[in-house]
């Protein structure tokens, strides 16, 4: 992926609010708008931890996942992909997975931006060599 700094004709617009360093706000992606809305400490990873006792941890740095959301995985929008880390989600016991709460890509959403460009330039044919 190439993500530029553009001045005119942006394909996406990103809006960062400054937060103090234990400050969250609740970051979210306008797929029908093209709009991004993070705070300053979404590009700092944070650890959370799961499980009674909370003996499983997992980081993730929350601009990432976020910018997976651009990529299509907007639950309802297209196919279904979304937050994995929501109960109803087929992946929601993936808690390392990007797009639940971790940091880890899956070939799943390597297959869904397939599926994307699949469907944005029928006729074309679009493949990843190999996942490592």
């Known amino acids: 992926m190439d993500v530029r700094w553009v001045t005119a004709k942006p394909h996406w617009t990103v809006y960062v609010t400054k937060v103090g360093k234990k400050s969250v706000l609740e970051s ?12 300053t400490n979404d590009f700092v990873e944070r650890e959370e931890c799961f499980g009674s006792p909370k003996d499983l941890c997992v980081a993730q740095v929350p601009v990432v996942h976020e910018f997976g959301h ?6 309802g929008v297209h196919g279904g992909a979304s937050d994995e880390y929501d109960e109803r989600s087929l992946f929601s016991g993936d808690v390392a997975s990007i797009m639940n709460r971790g940091d880890e890509l899956r070939a799943r959403h390597f297959n869904h931006i397939l599926d994307e460009l699949r469907e944005t330039l029928p006729d074309t044919v679009f493949s990843i060599g190999r996942l490592q």
């Open 28 to 39: 979210t992606v306008g797929w029908a708008v093209r709009q991004i809305y993070l705070d």
């Open 70 to 75: 651009t990529l299509g995985n907007i639950g």
